[in-house]
């Protein structure tokens, strides 16, 4: 079925991936922000005032990509960084509203984008699609839990 895994399944993957962030950065631009940053602004967004070592867990994000992506939305006014007040070495970071008007008009946007995206493809496909980069994305998991054992 496959003549390589690694051609077929590992290049296809990175070809889409690569493909797909150009064209959604290509799409937020006038939004004036990228994928990365909608990322950590959408995490504000559903979850407000964590700190910025929780907000780099949940986001994906290592801690110095994400000090970057958090310098970058502060000086786009679309977040703001406060000095914890029960640890003065770390910080909590809290969406302006400028930020939660863009979310407000990014989501919506961003959901008309991927419906053009996945045009023509059956539900019952995108479903098992899902399913497909869940199991794949906890296989990596598990062997990254291996190695260090």
Request: aromatic share 10%; proline share 1%; hydrophobic share 40%.
């Amino acid at each position: 079925m496959f003549e390589s895994y690694d051609q077929d399944i590992g290049a296809l993957t990175n070809k889409i991936n690569k493909k797909l962030i150009h064209y959604l950065n290509s799409r937020l631009v006038k939004f004036n922000l990228t994928t990365e940053q909608w990322a950590v602004l959408m995490k504000l967004f559903k979850q407000n005032k964590i700190s910025q070592k929780y907000l780099a867990e949940v986001s994906g994000k290592d801690q110095s990509t994400l000090t970057r992506i958090i310098d970058i939305l502060e000086r786009k006014n679309f977040i703001e960084r406060h000095q914890s007040k029960e640890d003065r070495r770390s910080f909590v970071i809290h969406i302006t509203d400028e930020g939660l008007i863009a979310c407000k008009k990014v989501a919506p946007f961003l959901e008309t984008v991927f419906k053009d995206i996945l045009k023509d493809i059956p539900y019952e496909k995108l479903k098992i699609f899902n399913e497909v980069f869940l199991h794949i994305d906890e296989n990596i998991d598990n062997l990254k839990n291996d190695r260090r054992n």
